[in-house]
């Protein structure tokens, strides 16, 4: 299979993305971004969480699942977008708003604004065209 068959294939993967807001952006290892799209889905609870909870009192159930479902089990869309292992530049108007050479601290300024807005186009390119 060649590069650009493989290309092909992910852009046929990423296609109904386009046109949707994208949200719970966050930085991973390195320069890894994740998005998510669609309806939130809740993710099935572990059952060592399912003990935990079974022992609280009523008053501290429900703030001890929100805290544990933000950090143990964020919420994930319909869709899940994470770009990692390759270059990326986010732009506006032909314009370079930020790409995974910046500085952590400036990548995370940016993808916080980024919640709610439309993703309106994806590009990936081979390696000899980057």
Known sequence: MTRITDIK???SKIEPLLGQKCWNLAMGHGSFLTFEFGKIKIP???SFLQKKWH???PSKLKEELQDSYKKILPPEGEW?????MCAWEI?????ILVNSEDEREVTE?????FDGLVL???ELLDDNEY
Not at 91 to 95: A, D, G, V
């Open 44 to 46: 099935a609870r572990p």
């Open 55 to 57: 022992s609280l009192p």
């Open 91 to 95: 732009l506006h108007n032909n314009q």
């Open 120 to 122: 309106k186009s994806l």
């Open 109 to 113: 300024t940016y993808i916080s604004n």
């Open 9 to 11: 294939k992910i852009k």
């Open 80 to 84: 899940h977008l994470w770009i990692y």
